[in-house]
């Protein structure tokens, strides 16, 4: 018998907060609904990186035929769950601080939108979905007949949680930090050093990005370096022996977070120590 399997969509997951937007942190898996139809027809799901092709076996029409699927489902849609593999999904995703999210993604909602023929998911928050399930995928059956002519592309898309660094600098070197700074090639400004006294009693300069949410990536995007001046003194030329301390500051680590409160919100900070 000859086999003939036509592809219905492709579903991609892009991150951001990698460089090649394939997020190794979450899986996705048919939902209940999917594999009640999939143990019943010769249905199937594959993976191609971050991108998920959903096809059926059939000669016939891919409209026909996902007409007669609609009428074996109970519940009119196919759907997919996506769970989280890696805590540091949690640290480096744009997420509320003060919860764990849980969403609902469909094709009918209407707060999708469309871009090149490409369809973007929006999530709406839900409590109905299963323990340890973030997310849930419904693409119903009607959405999919309507474009059964292509094949439709739908995009999920997560965004990197943009924080306020901070780094404190130990000085077990009796270094004079007294005029030191932070430094990077992007126009982005450090406030400090503020003296401050850590949970173990040690004495550390504190460098903050304040107000200026700097955004999380797997490669390093930005790059900051400790420097130290010499006080002016009357002297103009002191400012040319400006010296590096720590040259290539480390970038933060997404599962070091703390919530800190700022004009009467809460915001993601993410603490650096560095000894010098």
Same mark, same amino acid.
């Given at each position: ?24 942190d ?5 939902? +209940? ?13 594959n993976q ?30 196919l ?13 480096y995703?744009?997420? +509320? ?10 094709s009918?909602?209407?707060?999708n939108?469309?871009?090149s ?11 109905q979905?299963? +323990? ?16 059964a002519?292509?094949? +439709?592309?739908y995009?999920i ?9 901070e780094?404190?600098?130990i ?16 126009d ?59 040259e ?12 800190v ?7 993601v ?8």
């Amino acid at each position: 018998m000859t086999s003939s399997f036509n592809i219905v969509f492709e579903l991609k997951i892009e991150h951001h907060y990698f460089d090649n937007l394939l997020c190794r942190d979450i899986s996705l898996q048919p939902g +209940p609904s999917s594999q009640n139809l999939m143990r019943q027809f010769p249905l199937r799901l594959n993976q191609n990186m971050n991108t998920f092709e959903f096809y059926v076996n059939t000669t016939n029409s891919m409209g026909d035929y996902l007409e007669y699927l609609k009428t074996k489902s109970e519940t009119g849609y196919l759907d997919f769950e996506v769970s989280v593999t890696g805590q540091e999904f949690f640290g480096y995703t744009s997420l +509320p601080v003060d919860q764990v999210p849980s969403y609902l993604y469909t094709s009918s909602s209407l707060l999708n939108t469309e871009e090149s023929d490409v369809i973007d998911l929006i999530p709406d928050l839900t409590d109905q979905n299963p +323990p340890n399930i973030f997310a849930t995928i419904r693409l119903h059956f009607d959405d999919l007949i309507a474009v059964a002519e292509s094949i +439709p592309q739908y995009r999920i898309t997560f965004e990197p949680r943009e924080t306020q660094w901070e780094y404190y600098i130990i000085n077990r070197s009796n270094l004079d930090l007294a005029n030191s700074s932070i430094s990077g090639t992007d126009d982005i400004q450090f406030e400090g050093p503020l003296k401050v006294v850590l949970q173990n009693g040690e004495e550390a300069l504190k460098f903050s990005s304040g107000d200026q949410l700097l955004a999380l990536s797997e490669v390093p995007k930005y790059k900051f370096d400790l420097l130290t001046t010499p006080p002016m003194n009357g002297n103009d030329e002191a400012r040319l022996r400006t010296k590096k301390i720590f040259e290539g500051l480390p970038n933060p680590n997404p599962l070091q977070m703390n919530i800190v409160e700022a004009d009467g919100s809460q915001r993601v900070s993410s603490p650096m120590y560095i000894y010098v």
